[in-house]
T-cell receptor
Framework: GAGVSQSPSNKVTEKGKDVELRCDPI?????LYWYRQSLGQGLEFLIY????????KSGLPSDRFSAERTGGSVSTLTIQRTQQEDSAVYLC????????????FGNGTRLTVT | EDQVTQSPEALRLQEGESSSLNCSYT??????LFWYRQDPGKGPEFLFT???AGEEKEKERLKATLTKKESFLHITAPKPEDSATYLC?????????FGTGTRLLVSP
């Protein structure tokens, strides 16, 4: 079946511009996560959605970062006024539920801020 | 604070040369430990979940084991296609915590 789909796969933007990254989770998965992966670093948790509950935004690095999940399915991660340190691979994952269910990842969006 | 350390950072093996990767963790209330494989330019791919000390899981040339402080990923007679970064991620009461991974290169 279809896996987690992310778009675009690559994004180059100028410093100060806003970007939107999209994630289509696996159908039926109620939990959705955003992570950031920088070169040589582990996966950094950003935000977590579970069903209709309020999202866990505790990992967002600044107020320039926001995310929404519409209709319990597609999610968009928005970065405003991008900075060079935002350059990284942004990974989306979904799972059936939070507790003990493995995460299924998309292939990420590689963001480069010039 | 939950922590996880993977070693070695990088490992080069000859085809057929067995070895083990280590994942040491400090997690409050371990609920499970996940192993993932990540190929360049791809997202992590789920391999195993281990739930309690003493548990073992196998898949082809890979076997994952778990103790109260560590997990090992044993690779038996590896092939070049096993080359990838292997990530472990324990989950406690808080969020899943990912290690920085072990980059495995298997040469023919």
């Amino acid at each position: 079946g279809a896996g987690v789909s992310q778009s675009p796969s690559n994004k180059v933007t100028e410093k100060g511009k806003d970007v939107e990254l999209r994630c289509d989770p696996i159908s039926g998965h109620t939990a959705l996560y955003w992570y950031r992966q920088s070169l040589g670093q582990g996966l950094e948790f950003l935000i977590y959605f579970q069903g209709n509950s309020a999202p866990d935004k505790s990992g967002l690095p600044s107020d320039r970062f926001s995310a929404e999940r519409t209709g319990g399915s597609v999610s968009t991660l928005t970065i405003q006024r991008t900075q060079q340190e935002d350059s990284a691979v942004y990974l989306c994952a979904s799972s059936l539920s939070q507790l003990n269910s493995p995460l299924h990842f998309g292939n990420g969006t590689r963001l480069t801020v010039t | 604070e939950d922590q996880v350390t993977q070693s070695p950072e990088a490992l080069r093996l000859q085809e057929g040369e067995s070895s083990s990767l280590n994942c040491s963790y400090t997690v409050s209330g371990l609920r499970g430990l996940f192993w993932y494989r990540q190929d360049p330019g791809k997202g992590p791919e789920f391999l195993f979940t281990l739930y309690s000390a003493g548990e073992e899981k196998e898949k082809e040339r890979l076997k994952a084991t778990l103790t109260k402080k560590e997990s090992f990923l044993h690779i038996t007679a590896p092939k070049p296609e096993d080359s990838a970064t292997y990530l472990c991620a324990p989950q406690g009461f808080q969020k899943l915590v990912f290690g920085t991974g072990t980059r495995l290169l298997v040469s023919p």
